[in-house]
């Protein structure tokens, strides 16, 4: 199974984005599931996420601007980012626990591609 995660793109400064992550394979659930980024020549950083709790989390740089939310006729997640600033610009990843059965499995998405123009 792979996470597929979608919604990159180039946009201006003060623009939306949605991002989202979805499993490839429509029978493994997301069990916990977190946003992280990477610009470059930086480390990959959490930013975002929910627990198998259902509790939401986010990093203090994307805090009220950030909103992650879970689509269950989808069995996706999405980031919906506003207010969007250059230094948001970075590769962003999704990371899961998925669940099939009592299993879980912990995969990472290829990541998509977000830039904020100034």
């Known amino acids: 199974v792979q996470l597929q995660a979608s919604g990159g793109g180039l946009v201006q400064a003060g623009g939306s984005l949605r991002l989202s992550c979805a499993p490839s394979?429509?029978?493994?659930?997301?069990?916990?599931l977190a946003w992280y980024r990477q610009a470059p020549g930086k480390q990959r950083d959490f930013i975002a996420g929910f627990s198998s709790s259902g509790t939401t989390t986010y990093a203090e740089p994307v805090k009220g601007r950030f909103t992650i939310s879970r689509d269950y006729d989808k069995n996706a997640v999405h980031l919906q980012m506003s207010g969007l600033k250059p230094e948001d610009t970075a590769v962003y990843y999704c990371n899961a626990d998925l669940k099939r059965f009592t299993k879980l499995y912990t995969v990472w998405g290829q990541g998509t591609l977000v830039t904020v123009s100034s």
């Open positions: 394979e429509s029978f493994f659930s997301i069990n916990a």
